[in-house]
């Protein structure tokens, strides 16, 4: 009998705990929203730090929005060995765990509008086990931009501003041009890393530019200001390097080339040179140096060869369309084209008129030909060496002869007549042709075979 109650006490209870657990079940909920608030505090150029976990200070933490459930980890995807850019909203796993999981607990799936994250904006979420992985984002990073580094001017381009992008630059830019201390042209936005200032180089002078970093789409306007100014060495424009202002955008005209292929270097068509930039435009109306040569360039992008005149100047181009400079002979004639070590003239131009070259006076018409023999300047004779070589056309001063006959000039180069003391000796030359006399007598005066006077 007493086996039986004691069996039935048990049978009581069990029962009973069962009915108590299966209450228990039944009575959990649950959580039908969830609340995450986020924190970062870093600029451009940082790195990601450490996450801290229901705490409110430090450069980064996270705290849970409902008792229900806390934060149990948190962990960054996006990497934390790079440097942050600007805009750049780096992400995160947020993983969630119920505070009490027999009191509630987290369904398999969410609708966005019932997840908040303040700091943030929500990726996604999905349940593992017991708990829920919130992905998020964190704030975009604001900061200033980097300033673009190696910036100088282009050597094969004259006027072409070129720079490299940085690290943390939005690849767009604010460029002013200077003409000495004056600004004379600025371009707010240049998705690019290279501009063409040289339309804009109408004088001759000291050119430089500056430039900075500059936001360009919406979000970078938002989150990223604009980096400090860099400035670029000088380059010097001479009055033969002065553009004739054609352009204003670009010192190119479009191209009508066949050929879709868009490459930069020379390009032939049809026996004619032209020089073409990977956006298909071609130089043109402009000089071009590459390599240290210069070249010239017409209207319609043709690479010039032979004689190029401005209003000022004469220029030769070879056959291979190089600018030539120094000492050239061309068709029978010598020119004088000025190298660039020191002359007032333009690099290239031929000389004209008087000319002091390699040390001696030398005379070149107004085409640049050098003249040799007997020239009459204002009603003046001189005498230019024929004699091939080293001096050949150069102002011959003092005594000389040339086909059997004796002239004399003075230091300036002009034709003495009449009696002249040479070297202390009494000499006469005619009036007409300047000829010295020789075995003959002049106004009394016996003069030798050599025209001495024999006093």
Known sequence: MKQQRKALAVGIISALCLCLTAQKVTATESINSVSVKVSLNIEAGDRLPDIKINQTDGECYVTSGDKKYTIREAEWVTSTSKDMTIGEEPKMNVTLTPSDEYDAYFKSNYEASKIKISGGTYVSAKRNGSDLIVTLRAKAIKGLYAEPEDIGWKDTRLGQAVWSKGDNTSGAYEVWLYLGKKVIF???????????????????G?????IRSVPFKADELKNGKKS????????????????DGTGKESDTTKGTAANPEKKTGWEEQSGVWYYRYADGSVQANSWLMLDNVYYRFDENGKMVTGWFLTQSDIYYMASNG???TGWNKIDNNWYY???????????????????VIDGYYRYFNNQGAMQKGWVNQAGRWYYLNTIQGNLEGAMLKGLFTRDGKTYYTGEDGVMLTGWQKVDGVWRYFYQQDGVMAVSTVIDGCQLDEDGVWKQ
């Open 228 to 243: 400090g100014w860099v400035e670029s060495d000088e380059l010097v424009i001479r009055d033969r390097d002065v553009s």
């Open 337 to 355: 084209f000025y190298p660039d070590n020191g002359y007032e003239a333009p690099m290239g131009a031929a000389a004209t008129g008087w000319q």
């Open 206 to 210: 000291t050119y430089s530019f500056k």
């Open 186 to 204: 600025k371009k707010e936005q240049v998705k690019a890393t290279t501009y063409n200032f040289y339309p804009y180089m109408t004088e001759e």
């Open 322 to 324: 190089a600018m030539v």
